[in-house]
């Protein structure tokens, strides 16, 4: 078939990289254990790439209100909002969402992809102007797609390309909706958001901030990275997802601005899609609830963090700019990625694989993802497998 012919460089690679082994998309999870552990091929495998960063999805609090709302309410709405009405737990959700984050207006959607598409979408038109960060994720680039606005990128994380492109924008920077990340999913680099707000306040414009891989993460609250930076009241839209910190499905979007409402009305991805399942909604609100009640699931998740990548930089691996919850480690050369990756399955260890062209500056990663539930010993056990690596192959470029 002649619509198939796109395809054919794809499905080259694929056989060419398959010849070396499974590919992620073919690694079944037979049995998940624990938020940390899996049976991945019938091993035993502590889980190290699953944003699962303060470990809550067997948290029996989290499972209790899942149940009992699976019980009384069903397994699914059947139906998006506009067609079938607002439940009562959407609407608490909502209301909760924006009391977490202080902002008057919460809109929930049923992916954090649909959030922030959703949004980006709606919010700018044929008038507008998209000014992006360069390394944003495939949300926020399909959003621009779909706006009609006129889009440009600036320099990952530089405010001084950021405020020289607005300044080449005159009047219409005000017409410009700014979008950045807060920690950045792939390398696991933060926003110079203090900067960022600053420039965009001088010349008017609007900004979007993505705390997809923030939320539960940074600041006292857990509200992100914005709260981290103390520049909340700079942000106009957050938005985020409930499939990371809160271990469910989900996004949102939260503003100070009563025009949310309005945004409401215009956005495809909220309107023309069914609405999150009451079992999701229950769960999400439970989880929302431990991210205030339990901040030291937080100061473990960072000590985690800190001690894999001190772990990792120490055997000489080339590591993502900063210590986080995300732990890059850069490779070279694709083919040994995938090498790399199935000798750390071998281990008992599951990371993400990500190859060009998802990657940044097109170089392969091995990237793990820390959680609070990760005990240090099996931090330590992510650090021995690398080392290993290493030592018996030589298998990841990129190292001292
Ligand atoms: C920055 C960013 N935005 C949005 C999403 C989409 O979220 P979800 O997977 O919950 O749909 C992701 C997912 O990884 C992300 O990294």
């Given at each position: ?102 902002r008057r207006h919460a809109i929930v959607f ?249 990657t940044p500056d097109n170089r392969a990663l ?35």
């Amino acid at each position: 078939m002649k619509l198939f012919e796109k395809f054919e460089a794809l499905a080259a690679t694929r056989e060419h990289l398959l010849a070396m082994g499974p590919l992620p998309f073919g690694v079944v999870t037979e049995r998940i254990l624990s938020p940390t552990e899996g049976i991945v091929e019938g091993r035993r495998t502590i889980l190290a790439g699953t944003n699962n960063y303060l470990g809550l999805t067997f948290d029996p609090a989290c499972i209790e209100a899942g149940r009992q709302a699976l019980t009384d309410e069903g397994t699914g709405t059947t139906g998006s909002r506009m067609a079938n009405g607002t439940y009562a737990g959407h609407r608490a959700l909502e209301e909760e969402i924006a009391a977490f984050y202080d902002r008057r207006h919460a809109i929930v959607f049923t992916t954090g992809f649909a959030a922030s598409m959703g949004m980006v979408a709606a919010l700018a038109g044929p008038d507008d102007v998209l000014l992006i960060d360069a390394d944003s994720h495939a949300s926020i680039y399909d959003g621009c797609r779909l706006s009609g606005a006129e889009i440009i990128r600036f320099r990952h994380n530089n405010p001084e390309d950021l405020a020289k492109r607005l300044r080449r924008l005159g009047e219409r920077a005000a017409r410009t909706l700014v979008v950045s990340e807060g920690l950045f999913s792939m390398l696991g680099d933060q926003a110079p958001l203090e900067e960022i707000v600053a420039v965009k306040d001088e010349y008017g414009a609007a900004l979007l901030l993505d705390e997809a891989h923030s939320m539960g993460v940074f600041g006292e609250r857990g509200r992100g990275l914005a709260e981290a930076r103390g520049v909340e009241d700079g942000v106009d839209f957050v938005v985020g997802t409930f499939s990371k910190s809160l271990g469910s499905v989900g996004g949102f979007c939260v503003s100070k601005h009563p025009q949310l409402e309005i945004v409401r009305m215009a956005s495809r991805a909220y309107i023309f899609t069914a609405s999150p399942t009451p079992s999701i909604v229950a769960s999400t609100r439970a989880a929302l609830r431990l991210i205030r009640a339990r901040p030291e699931l937080r100061t473990r998740l960072w000590e985690n963090a800190r001690r894999l990548y001190a772990g990792l930089a120490e055997c000489g691996f080339e590591l993502g700019p900063e210590p986080g919850p995300v732990v890059a480690v850069f490779v070279d050369d694709p083919e040994r990625a995938i090498r790399s990756w199935h000798r750390l399955l071998d281990a008992g260890v599951y990371v993400n694989l990500v190859i060009p062209p998802a990657t940044p500056d097109n170089r392969a990663l091995l990237r793990c993802s820390i959680s609070a539930a990760h005990t240090p010993a099996q931090i330590d056990h992510i650090v021995e497998a690398f080392a290993n690596l290493d030592a018996a192959a030589g298998a990841v470029a990129g190292t001292a």
